[in-house]
């Protein structure tokens, strides 16, 4: 006899970002770029970025915070805290733990997931399985970027592109037959150098010279992650789709990362969704990676696009070479 599984939906949601921002105009006058090339070969305005000491702890917290009021969940009833980033505080300890401890979260279980801009996909699928499998009730799931402490600000290549932020969204039972009703995760090690920060870890320390030769920093071959992201969004809510026995007709909202707008609309085309039905706020937040997803997400909840019964694809991509799509029936009333 196989046992039944809880359908593992959205509770709640929440998101942060920093106050400062930087528009392409002031970007102008740190490297050799314009306004104009910016917005059309991106789509990006502007992007906020996090004040001088400010970690991405502090934005987690703010979106777990309001994640949890909207969800009615106390932190004391989380079993577990996933905090998907590459820009924890430190790299030990996790921030998750900072987190579960200034949540108050006594009984949760906590660790940071590492899939780059994926991260929040990958760990709502995590999240679904162990409330699904029965193990735990209430999951929180953060994605969090202070992404402007590790980008070459003289590097135009790079620097346009990214923006700081957090989103949150706490994961538990609901109705069956709602919430998250199929993936899809993937990855390509061998694309790994295409995007990478070079002196981060065990391989290259960070030493003076890499200091010197801006080797702590994200390096990006562009055209590379490009190719590879107009491929690889829209095959990914397919499986996802195929999954979970849904079809792209049926597809209400695309919630995609917010990398580059001619990504998004190139999924979206494949989708044969209208922009209207795609969640797109990369033109006041850059990139945000692992905050890209959540914060969309969470910013169209709150502005109630979304109504209970509504099939909702989330859609990433990043380095890894990573990927993932969710399919969610929303769970929410109104
Ligand atoms: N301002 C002005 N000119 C620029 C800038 C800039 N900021 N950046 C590059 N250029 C120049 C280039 O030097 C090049 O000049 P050249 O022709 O004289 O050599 C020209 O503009 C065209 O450059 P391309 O790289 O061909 O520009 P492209 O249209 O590919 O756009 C971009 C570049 C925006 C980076 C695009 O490739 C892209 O979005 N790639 C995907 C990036 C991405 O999604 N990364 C994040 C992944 S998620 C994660 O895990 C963090």
Redo the contacts with the bound molecule.
């Keep these: 006899m196989t046992q039944k599984r809880t359908s593992a939906g959205i509770l709640g949601t929440g998101w942060c970002v920093p106050e400062k921002t930087v528009t392409n105009s002031d970007?102008e006058k740190m490297?050799?770029?314009?306004d104009a090339?910016?917005v059309e070969?991106?789509g990006i305005h502007e992007r906020h970025v996090a004040a001088e000491g400010q970690p991405v702890s502090d934005l987690a917290e703010r979106a777990a915070r309001m994640a949890l009021e909207d969800a009615g969940v106390a932190a004391e009833d989380l079993d577990l805290i996933i905090v998907a980033t590459?820009t924890s505080d430190r790299i030990i300890p996790s921030t998750a733990c900072i987190l579960q401890d200034r949540l108050g979260a006594k009984k949760a279980a906590a660790f940071d997931l590492s899939a780059?801009?994926?991260g929040f996909a990958y760990g709502a699928a995590v999240a679904s399985q162990f409330i699904a499998g029965g193990v735990y009730r209430h999951v929180l799931v953060i994605g969090a970027e202070t992404?402007s402490k590790v980008v070459d600000w003289t590097d135009?290549?790079?620097?346009?592109?990214?923006g700081d932020g957090a989103g949150a969204a706490v994961f538990g039972p609901v109705e069956d037959g709602y919430g998250l009703l199929g993936f899809d995760l993937g990855s390509d090690g061998s694309g790994g150098d295409v995007?990478d920060i070079p002196a981060s870890g065990s391989l290259h320390p960070v030493t003076k010279e890499a200091l010197e030769a801006h080797q702590q920093y994200?390096h990006?071959d562009?055209?590379?992650?490009?190719r590879f992201?107009v491929k690889i969004m829209g095959h990914t809510v397919e499986e996802a789709l195929k999954k979970s026995n849904h079809t792209k007709e049926e597809l209400d909202w695309l919630v995609p990362?917010q990398?580059?707008i001619?990504?998004i609309d190139s999924a979206a085309k494949r989708l044969e969704l209208p922009m209207e039905k795609v969640i797109i706020n990369i033109e006041k937040y850059g990139?945000m990676?692992a905050a890209s997803i959540p914060v969309a997400l969470a910013e169209a909840a709150h502005a109630h696009r979304f109504k209970k019964g509504d099939l909702i694809a989330l859609a990433?991509?990043?380095?890894?070479?990573?990927w993932a799509s969710c399919i969610v029936k929303w769970a929410k009333e109104d």
């Design positions: 970007l490297v050799d770029t314009s090339w910016i070969r991106t590459l780059a801009c994926s992404l135009r290549n790079t620097c346009i592109l990214f995007l994200i990006m562009g055209k590379a992650v490009f992201a990362h990398a580059n001619r990504i990139n990676s990433g991509f990043g380095a890894g070479l990573t």
